[in-house]
């Protein structure tokens, strides 16, 4: 009998030790793949900073590429701390879930119940048309032509006299106030400071140690310097006051933690399975709360990006395979999102695109004399196309203008960010329009001028 028992633990050591091994062998296998791909991202698109890569509650890749500082010579890894941006949005979406299961909100409440004063116009507004981009109020942005503090009266005082772009809950239109302004709906309905709130009842729970909301004056430890491409040279970006992004964008994070965050969301350690089924569940513009959702070869990808100035991030999420991809970058113009994707593809052994070098074309100087006026994104983001010793620029509102490069007679890219524009025309050949491609998203800028 024992011979049997130790027959038997032999046989079983041989398969544990033989799934181990193919294990092992995949996930080199995964590693060999994904650093050629990065290779052509550093080479490509100047890449620099920190991926993770998971599938199956396993960590596939970790590892940072590049400066996190170029000056001192200080190298990125998984423990690098970069600002995450429009990710943010994504934690104060689940803050406002968690307020609710406790009682204290409900996402059909009136907005106008957490505001100090409320314009007439936003009446019909409740806190679920802000959580899907569907309210109708105008993106104020966050660059420093702005204002010095991007408080909830600030906000205000910027809106009150502008009228809502449509009507309340029929299109879809991101817009980073709305989640500005439910970082005060948190803090009016929980009592405590946007940060705290996420402290004690997310980053604190789930051990994210190396999280926060950013401040200028902050002194952090592997803190990633943000960097902006001048041609084909890294320069420090431009200066943002942290307290402009605020719960739309102001979150400081690392991939390790980002990943603990992942883990999360596949338990009911924050909120309930029903509460995160409604968090997931794609709206207009295939947005739920926070993330956007769609249906890619049958399966769900919940992904979102996030951009300022020197950073941009990206994660997406393939729940029914288990797999998570994260990146973060310290370069502005770093097409995060397509790298994310493409890294996605190679965890899951289908065929991705290996980055390449967009290539300039010749097009006639005269071609460009149709594209040249002003294109509005919304009521405060004009578009300014101008035209200079026969070259095309193209300038947004608050922004120094960037030389666009001719893909085709009518599409163009942006060497310094991971931009194009593409000229619409009429049947009856006037341009009537431009489609913006900018990290990761699209939007239609009408032409006014």
Same mark, same amino acid.
């Given at each position: 009998m024992k011979q049997k028992v130790n027959r038997c633990l032999r046989a079983l050591c041989l398969v544990v030790a033989c799934l181990s091994s193919n294990v092992s062998s995949f996930a080199q296998d995964i590693a060999y793949d994904v650093d050629a791909f990065m290779r052509s991202a550093i080479e490509r698109s100047h890449f620099r900073g920190s991926i993770l890569i998971a599938r199956e509650g396993r960590v596939l890749v970790?590892?940072?590429y590049g400066m996190a500082d170029a000056e001192h010579e200080v190298a990125n890894n998984a423990r690098t701390k970069f600002r995450i941006g429009s990710l943010t949005k994504q934690f104060t979406a689940m803050s406002i879930l968690m307020l609710q299961e406790q009682g204290k909100l409900n996402v059909q409440d009136s907005l106008c119940t957490y505001l100090p004063w409320c314009p007439a116009g936003w009446q019909p507004?409740?806190?679920?048309?802000?959580?899907?981009?569907?309210?109708?109020i105008p993106d104020v942005g966050y660059t420093q032509v702005q204002i010095s503090s991007m408080s909830v009266t600030n906000t205000l005082e910027q809106l009150k006299d502008k009228p809502l772009e449509f009507k309340v809950g029929k299109i879809f239109r991101y817009s980073s106030t709305n989640y500005i302004l439910l970082g005060h709906v948190i803090e009016r309905a929980s009592g405590k400071s946007y940060q705290a709130f996420l402290q004690k009842h997310i980053f604190g729970p789930l051990g994210m140690k190396d999280t926060g909301c950013d401040d200028n004056r902050l002194t952090l430890k592997n803190r990633a310097t943000g960097y902006s491409l001048r041609g084909s040279r890294p320069v420090r970006a431009a200066h943002v006051d942290m307290s402009l992004p605020f719960s739309a964008g102001a979150l400081y994070s690392t991939v390790e933690d980002l990943y603990k965050w992942d883990r999360a969301l596949y338990t009911e350690r924050l909120v309930s399975r029903r509460t995160l089924d409604v968090m997931f569940s794609p709206g207009k513009g295939n947005y739920g709360y926070g993330w956007y959702v769609e249906n890619q070869s049958g399966s769900r990808l919940i992904s979102h990006s996030g951009w300022l100035d020197g950073f941009h991030s990206y994660i997406v999420r393939v729940p029914d395979k288990h797999l998570?991809?994260?990146?973060?970058?310290?370069?502005?113009?770093?097409?995060?999102? *397509?790298?994310?994707?493409?890294?996605?593809?190679?965890?899951?052994?289908? $065929?991705?695109?290996?980055? !390449? &070098?967009?290539?300039?074309?010749k097009v006639n100087a005269q071609t460009f004399d149709a594209y040249l006026?002003?294109?509005?994104?919304?009521?405060?983001?004009?578009?300014?196309?101008?035209?200079?010793?026969?070259?095309?620029?193209?300038?947004? *509102?608050?922004?120094?203008?960037?030389?666009?490069?001719?893909?085709?007679? $009518?599409?163009?890219?942006? !060497? &310094?960010?991971?931009?194009?524009?593409?000229?619409?025309k009429n049947p009856a050949g006037r341009v009537t329009h431009s489609i913006v491609r900018l990290n990761g998203r699209s939007l239609e800028a009408k032409k006014i001028k």
């Amino acid at each position: 009998m024992k011979q049997k028992v130790n027959r038997c633990l032999r046989a079983l050591c041989l398969v544990v030790a033989c799934l181990s091994s193919n294990v092992s062998s995949f996930a080199q296998d995964i590693a060999y793949d994904v650093d050629a791909f990065m290779r052509s991202a550093i080479e490509r698109s100047h890449f620099r900073g920190s991926i993770l890569i998971a599938r199956e509650g396993r960590v596939l890749v970790r590892k940072g590429y590049g400066m996190a500082d170029a000056e001192h010579e200080v190298a990125n890894n998984a423990r690098t701390k970069f600002r995450i941006g429009s990710l943010t949005k994504q934690f104060t979406a689940m803050s406002i879930l968690m307020l609710q299961e406790q009682g204290k909100l409900n996402v059909q409440d009136s907005l106008c119940t957490y505001l100090p004063w409320c314009p007439a116009g936003w009446q019909p507004l409740t806190i679920r048309h802000l959580l899907t981009h569907t309210s109708g109020i105008p993106d104020v942005g966050y660059t420093q032509v702005q204002i010095s503090s991007m408080s909830v009266t600030n906000t205000l005082e910027q809106l009150k006299d502008k009228p809502l772009e449509f009507k309340v809950g029929k299109i879809f239109r991101y817009s980073s106030t709305n989640y500005i302004l439910l970082g005060h709906v948190i803090e009016r309905a929980s009592g405590k400071s946007y940060q705290a709130f996420l402290q004690k009842h997310i980053f604190g729970p789930l051990g994210m140690k190396d999280t926060g909301c950013d401040d200028n004056r902050l002194t952090l430890k592997n803190r990633a310097t943000g960097y902006s491409l001048r041609g084909s040279r890294p320069v420090r970006a431009a200066h943002v006051d942290m307290s402009l992004p605020f719960s739309a964008g102001a979150l400081y994070s690392t991939v390790e933690d980002l990943y603990k965050w992942d883990r999360a969301l596949y338990t009911e350690r924050l909120v309930s399975r029903r509460t995160l089924d409604v968090m997931f569940s794609p709206g207009k513009g295939n947005y739920g709360y926070g993330w956007y959702v769609e249906n890619q070869s049958g399966s769900r990808l919940i992904s979102h990006s996030g951009w300022l100035d020197g950073f941009h991030s990206y994660i997406v999420r393939v729940p029914d395979k288990h797999l998570s991809v994260i990146v973060l970058s310290n370069l502005d113009g770093t097409p995060a999102s *397509t790298i994310a994707r493409a890294l996605a593809a190679i965890a899951l052994g289908v $065929s991705h695109s290996i980055l !390449k &070098e967009r290539q300039v074309v010749k097009v006639n100087a005269q071609t460009f004399d149709a594209y040249l006026g002003e294109y509005e994104v919304g009521p405060n983001s004009i578009i300014s196309i101008s035209r200079e010793d026969g070259r095309l620029f193209g300038g947004m *509102t608050g922004r120094a203008k960037v030389e666009l490069l001719p893909e085709s007679e $009518s599409m163009f890219f942006v !060497k &310094e960010y991971d931009a194009q524009i593409v000229f619409v025309k009429n049947p009856a050949g006037r341009v009537t329009h431009s489609i913006v491609r900018l990290n990761g998203r699209s939007l239609e800028a009408k032409k006014i001028k």
